[in-house]
C-alpha cells in the first residue's frame, strides 16, 4: 500500500518539482522523492501501529478495519503520530535516495547505451531497469540504515520515554551499521522487485 502510494506520489510531483526547480534533475528527483515519503509515511503510519498492536494483542480487534478507530480512540492522533518524525530519519533519506539514485543510474546507463549503438529491446530495457534498481537498493540501505538503528533503538522499552536525540547520541557508529550486511540482502531483493 505505501509503496504503491509512494511511487504514485513520485510519479505526480516529479514534474512539478521539476518545474520548480528549473530543470535540475537531481535536486527535483530528491524534493519529488521527499514529498512522495512525507505523505506515504503519514499514511502508514496509523496502519503500522494498528498492525503492530493486532500482533501483539490479536485479542484488541477482529481486523485492521475495526483496530484502526479503537487505537486512534485510545491513544489519540497526537500520540498515534508521534513516532512519525523518527520514521522519517529513516523513510526520508532512503526514499530521496532510491527513487534519485535510480533516475539518474537509468539515465546515465541509457545515454551509454545511445553512446555506444546499443539497441534497447524490451530485454535490454530490463536488464537496465532490474541493475539500476539494484544499485539504486544499495544507495538507499546505506542511506536510511542510520535512521533505522535509530527507530529499532527507540522501540526498546528502555528508550520509550527518551526523545530521538538522546537516544541518537547515546548510539556510536557501530550501533548505527548494525545488521547493516542483513539489511542490504532484504532491501536489495525488496526494492529490486518494486522498482
Do not use: W
Not at 100 to 106: L, P, R, T, V
Not at 150 to 172: F, H, I, P, R
Request: net charge negative; aromatic share 8%.
Amino acid at each position: 500500500t505505501a509503496g504503491s502510494l509512494k511511487y504514485g506520489l513520485y510519479e505526480v510531483f516529479k514534474p512539478i518539482t521539476f518545474d520548480a526547480v528549473h530543470g535540475q534533475k537531481l535536486l527535483s528527483f530528491l524534493l519529488a522523492g521527499c514529498a512522495a515519503e512525507i505523505i506515504a509515511s503519514a499514511v502508514l503510519l496509523p496502519l503500522e501501529a494498528t498492525r503492530i498492536r493486532l500482533v501483539t494483542d490479536p485479542s484488541f480487534a477482529n481486523e485492521v478495519f475495526d483496530a484502526v478507530p479503537k487505537l486512534i480512540r485510545e491513544k489519540g492522533l497526537n500520540k498515534l503520530y508521534s513516532g512519525l518524525p523518527t520514521m522519517y530519519t529513516k523513510m526520508l533519506p532512503g526514499t530521496m535516495a532510491q527513487l534519485a539514485s535510480y533516475e539518474i543510474f537509468a539515465m546515465q546507463a541509457y545515454q551509454l547505451c545511445n553512446a555506444y549503438g546499443v539497441q534497447t529491446d524490451s530485454t535490454s530495457r530490463f536488464v537496465i531497469s532490474t541493475a539500476c534498481a539494484l544499485l539504486a537498493s544499495v544507495v538507499s540501505t546505506l542511506c536510511s540504515h542510520p535512521g533505522d538503528c535509530l527507530l529499532s533503538e527507540m522501540n526498546k522499552a528502555d528508550a520509550k520515554d527518551s526523545t530521538a536525540l538522546e537516544v541518537l547520541q547515546g548510539m556510536g557508529v557501530a550501533e548505527l551499521t548494525a545488521g547493516l550486511g542483513t539489511r542490504l540482502l532484504h532491501v536489495v531483493a525488496l526494492v529490486t522487485t518494486q522498482l
